[in-house]
């Protein structure tokens, strides 16, 4: 189960690479936005301060041969559509009674990504273009090719956007399900989902590079809630089975790209 676990896992890189495909003016190949996608993840597992994010859009910008800036712009909605997929994970368990079992604490954050998430989209879908003109100072055009990049979203894409969103979590709720199986918990489907929202929004919280501690510390805690005493275990091997494979092939293409990468 761990072993179908992992390669659903892969899948799934591939469908956020066709996701991202769809926030592009100029045509792109699949290949590149999934190589761009596992440099990145591999930077953020060996570096702080989620650096894979700046460095997966250099590696495009040298692609497409357009400002990294306005890639970036992309990668923040990327961030924002993600958001998304954990309101439909909300939407999800809303159908049980199992977000009784949270704090308060935790009912706020989901709000606030909530509002946050839809008031973002909606900036991407109306706002367009609102330096008129290119800015002749350098700090303004950095921001003006960030919001280009961020303003992509159309009414024509946004369709095959959240179709790609929801298929990208519904292989991570699959993902929780196939590993909890494989260590007899018994999970129904409602508390799997839980599984995945409490470590997704624990991720939020700024720590070590790969988030190492943080994401088993909240697979811990979500476990309690179900009576499970798991001492990192299970929270290592969720964690690993992203963690190791993204960071081997990362750093397997950082290696081949590194002519596009450093101009060689």
């Not at 954050?109 to 350098?138: D, G, R």
Request: hydrophobic share 55%.
């Amino acid at each position: 189960y761990i072993y179908i676990a992992i390669i659903i896992l892969l899948i799934t890189i591939q469908l956020r690479a066709i996701r991202w495909s769809f926030l592009f003016d100029k045509n792109i190949k699949i290949n590149d936005l999934y190589i761009a996608q596992l440099i990145g993840y591999m930077c953020n597992n060996l570096l702080p301060l989620r650096f894979g994010e700046f460095f997966k859009s250099y590696y495009v910008s040298k692609k497409l041969n357009v400002s990294k800036y306005r890639v970036f712009g992309t990668v923040v909605l990327e961030k924002f559509l993600d958001f998304i997929g954990i309101v439909l994970l909300i939407l999800l368990l809303m159908q049980s009674n199992i977000l009784n079992m949270l704090s308060s604490s935790y009912i706020n954050i989901i709000l606030i990504i909530t509002v946050l998430s839809l008031f973002a989209i909606a900036i991407s879908i109306y706002i367009k273009n609102p330096f008129k003109i290119e800015p002749s100072n350098k700090f303004l055009a950095i921001i003006s090719n960030i919001i280009n990049g961020f303003s992509t979203l159309t009414y024509k894409n946004f369709f095959y956007v959240f179709i790609m969103t929801a298929l990208i979590w519904l292989n991570y709720i699959i993902v929780v399900y196939l590993v909890q199986y494989a260590f007899s918990f018994n999970l129904d489907i409602y508390q799997s989902v839980l599984l995945l929202l409490l470590p997704t929004l624990a991720l939020s919280i700024p720590s070590l590079p790969g988030n190492i501690g943080t994401f088993e510390a909240s697979v811990v805690y979500t476990l309690s809630l179900y009576g499970i005493e798991d001492i990192f275990g299970f929270g290592f091997i969720l964690h690993s089975i992203s963690f190791i494979p993204y960071t081997l092939l990362g750093l397997i293409y950082f290696v081949k790209e590194r002519k596009v990468l450093f101009n060689e």
